[in-house]
């Protein structure tokens, strides 16, 4: 899949390490919390911080769009609230802060909580407020693709991963400043990863698999270095890349688009997923480049709990960080980036399913010779020992950084 280009961001070497110290602070509730009713309080926080999910027809297993939804799982999101599976945000406070973060405030938290344990009081009917969750789309749309036919993902797997060979169709370069990917079954859908390839490595691969597209895991399964453009996961608006910056493409570039089917939501249906994309009108001021920063020489013994693999590389050049895209498969457990001392994402508890790119609030400047580390760690049930490769059963420590010169 990802072929890091290695001229760039050499891999320098493998260190092992022993588990990283980072902390991970689950904050807690405030015992004290005022009981507050949901009608002029709670109703708001659940339509700010869970519709974008949990609405009918929506990714999430239930919908929270009415007083009566909120009370059938009361038990449940006082739960989730409190241990902050939900809403779902993986990076360890501490760390970076993160543009679009749904990490829900401590006192949110205890508004829930006690909202939730305390007899879900109703309030003054009112104060109830309509809403509809932010349409998030982008400020122009120069192309739309879609692959030809749709897909009804393969009953038989539970996770199939699908790829489509978009052809944009671009004459001369251009700039992408903004994605927007729209699943047509989104229940279904679990994650879309969006990358830039040679259209001949495309078709190759598009020409050995007989259904609409080809079967691929975690990325595009072509030959070449295909180029990460961006990606979607539940919850996700359109990605707008951070202003004055955008990516490359090539004229004669084809897109190729992968779909992470997940089929424990409902049966299969027939899916055509959609992106959006919105090119600059001119040269950008700050070129973007999704970069990667990859471990390739690590063995995972077998049976192994907690392994932990590290790199570090010196930076090849100067310039600026304005975020990061980790990356493992499923037998990950925490991944950890730094530049220098300073953290850049840490997932103290890594899931396949919860992938996206991180922008940070505030860009950090990267000077040539910075230490950075890519430290991974997995747990390892199975009988042989797990190397970097493609396939569902193989392991990656990958993390891409959205990077500028200047
Ligand atoms: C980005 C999408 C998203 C957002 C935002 C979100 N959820 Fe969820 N929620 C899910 C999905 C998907 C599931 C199903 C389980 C899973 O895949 O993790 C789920 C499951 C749940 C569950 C049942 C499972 C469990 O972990 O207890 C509860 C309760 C819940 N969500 C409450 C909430 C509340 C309350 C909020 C807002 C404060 C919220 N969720 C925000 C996507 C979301």
């Known amino acids: 899949m990802f072929r890091p280009s290695r001229p760039v961001w050499s891999v320098l070497g493998v260190l092992l390490a022993a588990g990283c110290s980072g902390s991970s602070s689950v904050g807690g509730p405030d015992a004290g919390a005022q009981l507050l009713p949901y009608y002029g309080q709670v109703q708001v926080l659940f339509q700010q911080n869970c519709q974008s999910c949990h609405v009918t027809g929506g990714f999430a297993p239930f919908a929270l769009e009415t007083l009566a939804d909120a009370r059938s799982h009361a038990v449940a999101i006082a739960d989730a609230v409190r241990s902050r599976r939900m809403p779902p945000w993986k990076p360890a406070e501490g760390c970076q802060a993160m543009e679009a973060s749904r990490r829900l405030s401590d006192a949110d938290v205890a508004t829930i909580v006690a909202w939730a344990t305390g007899g879900t009081p109703e309030g003054d009917s009112s104060k109830a407020v309509s809403f509809s969750p932010p349409d998030g789309g982008l400020p122009w749309v120069d192309l739309t693709l879609a692959p030809d036919q749709p897909y009804a993902p393969k009953a038989a797997l539970s996770d199939d991963y699908h790829c489509f060979l978009l052809d944009p169709g671009l004459t001369q370069n251009q700039y992408l400043v903004g994605v927007d990917v729209q699943p047509e079954q989104r229940p279904l859908v679990h994650h879309v990863l969006l990358f830039a390839t040679t259209a001949l490595d495309a078709i190759a691969a598009d020409t050995a698999d007989p259904d609409p597209g080809w079967t691929c895991f975690g990325g595009p399964g072509t030959s070449g270095t295909p180029r990460l453009l961006g990606g979607w996961v539940p919850g996700t608006q359109a990605t707008r ?162 990077a500028t010169q200047n």
């Open 241 to 402: 890349f951070p202003a004055d910056t955008g990516i490359l493409l090539r004229a004669g570039e084809v897109v190729v688009m992968q779909v992470h089917y997940n089929l424990a939501a409902g049966p299969s249906a027939p899916d055509t997923t959609r992106v959006k994309m919105q090119l600059a009108r001119g040269p950008v001021a700050k070129p973007a480049a999704i970069l990667p920063l990859a471990n390739l020489g690590f063995s995972i013994p077998a049976g192994a709990t907690g392994y932990t693999s590290t790199i570090q590389v010196a930076s090849p050049a100067s310039g600026v960080l304005w975020g990061v895209i980790p990356h493992m498969h499923t037998k990950g457990r925490r991944v950890t980036v730094k530049a220098g001392n300073t953290c850049l994402v840490d997932i103290p508890a890594w899931d396949f399913h919860w992938q996206q790119a991180y922008f940070f609030t505030t860009p950090l400047p990267l000077t040539v010779g910075t230490q950075l580390s890519l430290s991974c760690t997995w747990d390892n049930p199975t009988a042989s020992a797990v190397t970097w490769g493609e396939k569902t059963t193989d392991e990656m420590c990958l993390n891409y950084v959205y």
